[in-house]
């Protein structure tokens, strides 16, 4: 295989690898999601349990009631009553009696609907973030299959061609100053580049989000989180945070999106440039946003 079709071959499982690594950033998220609705559904059917019990309770107090009462029917009503004024009295109790027991054996019925309803949603939500908890498994083995394969191949470039893949047109050191030099649209966005900045040089690793390696949504998270801005540790669904902004309108701090959904994010930070933490075997590093392909989109979150 020649140096080219390597390269190609490289871009390829380094594409592959990324798109499984954001898909299990995602399935990350999903499994948290899952397991707060475990909690919540739990307490719920915890909550039900206890009102049921409550409502039984209520209904055997008010069916002990009406079977103590001297005046258990009405015809024992009128056998006991002294005068019909009496009896009448008694007749209304017994109705209102009647009533309330009515009332709440509506109320323990629903209860007990509720129960078990509470107790299906527990259930379900259990077995979803089971089921989740198995996807990610799946994924990581897909993705470190890949990492395996790109590392491999990586290993067969000589240094100099394994620097001209990883760096194929590296931004002149006027073009990086003239890119800091760039207003932030914000505050916030310049802490957030600050941050990006400071970053540069650490290793790529999967599923990392700092302080000593980062993915690409990890990087774009922490550089944001330090501006007080939390971003998920996702690419696709960065993208659908703030505000979309044009290629030509670009700022610096705006996050820059690759792939549809997006499987690759960085930070503009102006001048055509961006940080970013491209790929195994690379590190967080400033590349020129035209030399990356896939372009997909740019959002403003702060």
């Known amino acids: 295989m020649t140096a080219q079709q390597v390269t190609a071959k490289l871009q390829s499982l380094a594409k592959s690898s990324e798109q499984l690594a954001e898909q299990m950033n995602q399935a990350k998220i999903d499994i948290a999601t899952a ?49 019909s004024e009496n009896y009448l009295q008694t007749v209304q109790s017994l109705n209102l009696l009647t009533q309330h027991q009515g009332e709440v054996a509506t109320i323990a019925a629903n209860a007990t609907n509720a129960a078990a309803a509470a107790a299906s949603q527990a259930k379900a939500a259990v077995a979803a973030a089971t089921q989740k908890q198995a996807d990610l498994a799946r994924r990581q083995s897909a993705l470190n299959a ?40 914000s505050s916030a966005a310049q802490t957030a580049i600050n941050a990006a900045r400071a970053q540069l040089g650490k290793p790529y690793v999967y599923g990392a989000s700092g302080p000593d390696s980062f993915d690409c949504s990890g990087l774009t998270m922490y550089a944001w989180g330090q501006a007080g801005v939390s971003l998920p540790h996702n690419a696709a669904s960065q993208q659908g945070m703030g505000t979309s902004v044009s290629r030509g309108n670009l700022a610096p701090g705006d996050l820059v999106f690759f792939g549809s959904p997006a499987y690759h994010v960085a ?25 990356m392909p896939d372009y997909s989109g740019a959002t403003r979150v702060g």
């Open 146 to 185: 890949e990492v395996t394969k790109y590392k491999t191949l990586l290993a067969t470039l000589t240094a100099a061609q394994r620097a001209a893949y990883l760096n194929p047109s590296p931004p002149s050191q006027t073009q990086v100053t003239v890119a800091f030099g760039s207003a932030a649209g």
């Open 35 to 83: 397991r707060k609705k475990v909690v919540a559904a739990t307490r719920a059917a915890e909550q039900a349990q206890q009102r049921l019990h409550t409502a039984q309770r209520q209904l055997a107090i008010s069916l002990a009631s009406q079977y103590k009462s001297a005046s258990f029917s009405r015809t024992v009503a009128l056998l006991s009553s002294n005068s």
């Open 267 to 291: 930070i503009y930070i102006g001048n055509g440039m961006i940080i970013q933490a491209p790929t195994s075997g690379d590190v967080v590093k400033i590349s020129s946003l035209a030399s």
